[in-house]
């Protein structure tokens, strides 16, 4: 069992950055890939990013790709959402998610293991 709690979520403006950390409990969080997902209200929740086991492979959606960086800290048992040059769009509710696999995927359903969510919101 894996319980993950996000935090770092807020309000800030178009261009600004802001970082997501999940801390996940369990002694066994090196054996799971991790993701970061995003639900905007009235819209089905995406892929945002995922990284595997080692943290050595890590794949990003399209949108977000060469403006958020996935990262992880076995030691410390937490994954981080590292986001720059935010847009009003990414604006969402963003979920951690593990998978009891040491390879990730990007499909949601992969995912065992949900946060509770952190909300994002990004101003014009």
């Known amino acids: 069992q894996v319980q993950l709690v996000e935090s770092g979520g807020g309000l800030v403006q178009a261009g600004d950055s802001l970082r997501l950390s999940c801390a996940a409990s369990?002694?066994?969080?090196?054996?799971?890939?991790m993701g970061w997902f995003r639900q905007a209200p009235g819209k089905e929740r995406e892929f945002v990013a995922a990284?595997?086991?080692?943290?050595?492979?890590?794949i990003y959606a399209e949108s977000v790709k060469g403006r958020f960086t996935i990262s992880r800290d076995n030691a410390k048992n937490t994954v981080y959402l590292e986001m720059n040059s935010l847009k009003p769009e990414d604006t969402a509710v963003y979920y951690c998610?593990?998978?009891?696999?040491?390879?990730?995927?990007?499909?949601?359903?992969?995912?065992?293991?949900w946060g509770q969510g952190t909300q994002v919101t990004v101003s014009s």
């Open positions: 998610a593990a998978r009891s696999s040491k390879f990730i995927s990007s499909s949601w359903y992969d995912y065992n293991y």
């Open positions: 990284i595997n086991w080692r943290g050595g492979i890590r």
């Open positions: 369990g002694r066994t969080f090196s054996s799971y890939a």
